[in-house]
């Protein structure tokens, strides 16, 4: 029986990787609303429900190196058109496992479902919570395949002062006891530099697929 994608991450986030052969895995989606690829070293993941021999096909006619062939744009725009999803970016995906104890951070869980943050978090996950500190946002939810999600925000005028590497590793300890994931905009040097330094590592790379209609600025949240 065919690994399911939930079964892949959770194998990723002990860093049990699929075999670096230079193929490419296709899967199911979890649910409806997240399809994607995953990219880990020499090994591509299409988690979709579209026909597996219409994916491979469709990577073979892509003019490239065929290890990136997953994460080409031509295949994603392929896929896009094939599904009627939208895509903003390809993320570094990293993963942390959970920390005991509590949160040195002073935070405060926001338990109105009707905050503008709860309300925006809860397109992209399910089960949110959110905390907010003093210049700064934590939220944690279950995004792809069920998976624990984090993302942060910190306010400009309170940066470089260490909270968003904060509130990161506050989000391991808030965890339960299951693996903490980020999607991280490889662009975003300053949210990289904090969670690596939270303890934080990258796994591999992600191009998720959104059938939600996107509203002003990005669709996800990105840490």
Do not use: K
């Amino acid at each position: 029986m065919a690994e399911s994608l939930r079964d892949i991450l959770d194998a990723a986030a002990r860093d049990d990787f699929p075999p670096a052969d230079g193929s490419v895995t296709v899967v199911r989606q979890h649910s409806h609303r997240d399809a994607g690829v995953l990219a880990f070293t020499a090994h591509s993941v299409v988690f979709t429900d579209e026909d597996p021999d219409w994916v491979h096909a469709t990577l073979e006619r892509v003019d490239c190196d065929a290890l990136a062939a997953a994460m080409n744009p031509r295949f994603l725009a392929a896929l896009m058109d094939r599904t009627g999803r939208t895509n903003d970016t390809i993320d570094l995906l990293a993963v942390a496992a959970p920390l005991p104890g509590e949160p040195s951070l002073a935070l405060t869980e926001v338990t109105d479902r009707d905050h503008h943050r709860v309300v925006r978090a809860r397109t992209h996950r399910d089960e949110v919570r959110v905390w907010a500190a003093d210049g700064g946002v934590l939220v944690l939810g279950l995004g792809v395949a069920g998976r624990l999600e984090v993302a942060v925000e910190v306010d400009e005028g309170v940066r470089h002062r260490g909270l968003g590497r904060e509130l990161a590793r506050a989000a391991r300890q808030l965890a339960g006891g299951e693996p903490v994931w980020a999607q991280l905009a490889p662009g975003n040097a300053r949210s990289l530099r904090a969670f690596l330094a939270a303890g934080y590592r990258p796994v591999g790379a992600e191009a998720l697929l959104s059938a939600r209609a996107r509203s002003a600025g990005c669709s996800r949240s990105r840490s």
